[in-house]
C-alpha cells in the first residue's frame, strides 16, 4: 500500500512527528478509515523515503496517541477509537469563561482588581533568616530522608496525619500552654490556614453569624465570609473583647474568633474576661476559635494558659501554625478539637482530599521531640525582647514630647500613632528611607472608628546597634512634613522586657 503524506515543511519538530500529525490530519479529515489497513513500518519507509527506524517511531507516536493499532498477524489498522466527528466541530473563537459557584462569587468579591495580596501581611514580622535554626532543620530533614526508605514504606496513612508528630505535639502543648489532650485530638495541616478552612466547611451555614475581635487581621473576615458567615465586630477595651456584647447580636454567633492577645493593639485578655466567655458559650450554641499563633513572644507577664486547658464543656477548638516562628522552613499547623468532635472531624477528613507530606511530619517530630523547637523559641524570645526594649528607647531618646502608653506584652510588633496631619505617602517615604518596617492599621478595622496614622513596626529584624539612628532619622523626616509633635503608643513596663 502506497500512502502519500503531506509534510509541514515549516515545522521545527522531528521527521517522525511531523509523519505522525500528517496521518492523525489524515485520520481525522476521513481520508483514512476505521479499520483501513496501514502500510508495514517497511513500506512506509521506502514510500517516504526515511529509515525504517524514522517510519517505526512514527508508528510508536501512532499507537500511543490511539490513532492506530496492530494486529496480532502483524498487520497494523486504523484504530476503531478514533472519531472522524472531530472534523465537524466548528473552529470558533475561544471566549468562554468560569461561571462562579457562590463560593466563587464571594472569592472574586472579596479580592477584587484593586485589591492588596494579604501575602505582604502575613510575611511581616516574621523572623529574619539569620536567626532561623536552619541547621538543625536541615539535619531532621536529611534524617527523615534517609529513614523513609526503612519506614515510609510501612507507614500507615491517617487523615489526621503522623501519629508521631500528633504525640510531640501533644507533650509540646502540655509543656508550653497547659493542655492536656490525647494524640486523637490531634489534627495536622500542610498549610496555616487548612485547619480554618476544614472548621468553617464543617460548622458553618449560609448566613451563620461569626463574631470576631475588632480590630483584626483583614485576611480572618475575609476567610469567613468566603464561607458565607456574617461577620459581627466585638470591641475590645484594656482587658480584651467586651464580653456584655454578644448579649447585643441579632442571635447568637456560631463561631467566636480570638487571639491570646489581641491581634494589633497586642493587648491580652484578661482572666475575668476569660472565665466570663467561657461561661457564656457553656451556656449558648457558640464554638471559640483560638487562634494561638504568636502566644510564644509575652514580655514583661507571665504568658497566660490557653483557653482550651480551661474549658470544661468542650466549646473551644485551639489552633497553631509554625507560621510565625519558622516560616519558610515550616509552613504547617495544627488544630486540636474536643473529644465530642473527633468522629466527625475524622469522617469529614476521610471524605475529602488531605495530605500532608511525610517527610516534613517525620522532620518536624524530630525537631520537637530532641528540644529544637523549644530552645530555638527561648532563644528569639530573648532576642526579640531586647529588639523591641531597643526600638522603644529609641523613639524615648529623639525627645517626642507627646507619648501614650499601651498594656500591649507580646507579638513582634509595636504600635505607633501618628500626627493625622501627616499623610501616608510621607510617612511611607520617611519609614522606607530610615530602614523601618511599618504596617498601617486601618485595613484590620471593621466596626470601631479607625484612628489616622496608626502603624506597627516590625522589631523581629531590628539591630539593635542601629535602631536609634534609623528612628532618629524616621522622626526628623516626619518633622519636615510638619511641626506638631509626634504621638506614638509603646509598651509599658519596657525594662521588665530585657530580663
Known amino acids: 500500500m502506497h500512502l502519500i503524506l503531506q509534510l509541514d515543511s515549516d515545522s521545527t519538530l522531528p521527521l517522525y512527528k511531523r509523519m505522525a500529525n500528517a496521518i492523525c490530519r489524515a485520520v481525522n479529515e476521513g481520508f483514512l478509515k476505521y479499520g483501513q489497513v496501514m502500510p508495514s513500518s517497511r513500506e512506509l519507509a521506502e514510500c517516504m523515503a526515511v529509515s525504517r527506524l524514522t517510519a517505526r517511531r512514527c508508528y510508536e507516536e501512532l499507537s500511543v496517541q490511539g490513532y492506530i493499532r496492530s494486529h496480532s498477524r502483524g498487520k497494523t489498522f486504523v484504530s476503531k477509537y478514533v472519531s472522524q466527528i472531530d472534523a465537524q466541530i466548528p473552529e470558533v473563537d475561544n471566549r468562554k469563561s468560569i461561571r462562579p459557584s457562590q463560593l466563587g462569587q464571594r472569592l472574586l468579591f472579596e479580592q477584587g482588581p484593586d485589591s492588596e495580596p494579604i501575602m505582604g501581611s502575613t510575611l511581616f514580622g516574621l523572623a529574619p533568616s539569620k536567626l532561623l535554626p536552619l541547621v538543625r532543620w536541615q539535619e531532621c530533614l536529611y534524617e527523615a530522608v534517609r529513614g523513609i526508605g526503612v519506614d515510609g ?7 489526621f496525619g503522623s501519629i508521631e508528630l500528633r504525640k510531640q505535639i501533644q507533650a509540646l502543648v502540655s509543656r508550653t500552654r497547659g493542655i492536656h489532650c490525647s494524640s486523637e485530638q490531634i489534627i495536622v495541616f500542610p498549610s496555616t490556614e487548612g485547619g480554618l478552612d476544614l472548621l468553617c466547611r464543617l460548622s458553618l451555614r449560609e448566613d451563620d453569624l461569626v463574631a470576631i475581635e475588632d480590630p483584626c487581621f483583614v485576611g480572618i473576615r475575609k476567610s469567613f465570609r468566603l464561607h458565607g458567615a456574617k461577620i459581627c465586630s ?21 463561631l467566636i474568633y480570638i487571639t491570646p492577645h489581641q491581634d494589633t493593639s497586642g493587648v491580652p485578655m484578661s482572666g475575668v474576661r476569660r472565665h466570663r466567655l467561657l461561661q457564656w458559650v457553656a451556656s449558648n450554641d457558640s464554638l471559640i476559635v483560638e487562634d494561638d499563633f504568636d502566644s510564644e513572644y509575652r514580655y514583661g507577664e507571665e504568658p497566660q494558659p490557653a483557653l482550651f486547658s480551661q474549658d470544661h464543656s468542650g466549646s473551644v477548638v485551639y489552633r497553631y501554625n509554625f507560621w510565625k516562628s519558622l516560616y519558610p522552613l515550616v509552613k504547617m499547623s495544627f488544630m486540636i478539637v474536643p473529644t465530642s468532635m473527633v468522629p466527625t472531624f475524622r469522617r469529614m477528613l476521610d471524605a475529602v482530599c488531605h495530605d500532608t507530606p511525610l517527610i516534613e511530619q517525620m522532620a518536624l517530630a524530630a525537631f520537637i ?3 529544637h523547637y523549644e530552645r530555638y523559641l527561648s532563644k528569639s524570645r530573648k532576642n526579640y525582647a531586647v529588639q523591641r526594649a531597643s526600638l522603644f528607647y529609641a523613639f524615648a531618646k529623639v525627645g517626642i514630647r507627646t507619648v501614650q502608653t499601651s498594656k500591649q506584652t507580646g507579638g513582634t510588633t509595636m504600635l505607633i500613632r501618628l500626627s493625622p496631619s501627616l499623610s501616608d505617602d510621607a510617612i511611607d517615604r520617611a519609614a522606607q528611607q ?12 471593621a466596626d470601631l472608628p479607625q484612628p489616622k496614622n496608626e502603624y506597627l513596626i ?3 529584624a531590628v539591630d539593635p546597634m542601629k535602631i536609634e539612628a534609623q528612628v532618629a532619622t524616621f522622626v526628623s523626616l516626619l518633622e519636615v512634613e510638619q511641626t506638631a509633635p509626634l504621638a506614638v503608643v509603646m509598651p509599658e513596663r519596657v525594662h521588665q522586657a530585657v530580663l
Open 458 to 460: 516590625s522589631f523581629s
Open 369 to 371: 521531640s530532641r528540644g
Open 434 to 445: 530610615a530602614g523601618l518596617s511599618l504596617q498601617c492599621t486601618r485595613a484590620n478595622y
Open 153 to 159: 514504606f510501612s507507614f500507615k496513612e491517617d487523615a
Open 234 to 254: 466585638l470591641p475590645n477595651d484594656g482587658e480584651g473583647i467586651k464580653i456584655d456584647s454578644l448579649a447585643d447580636l441579632e442571635k447568637n454567633p456560631r
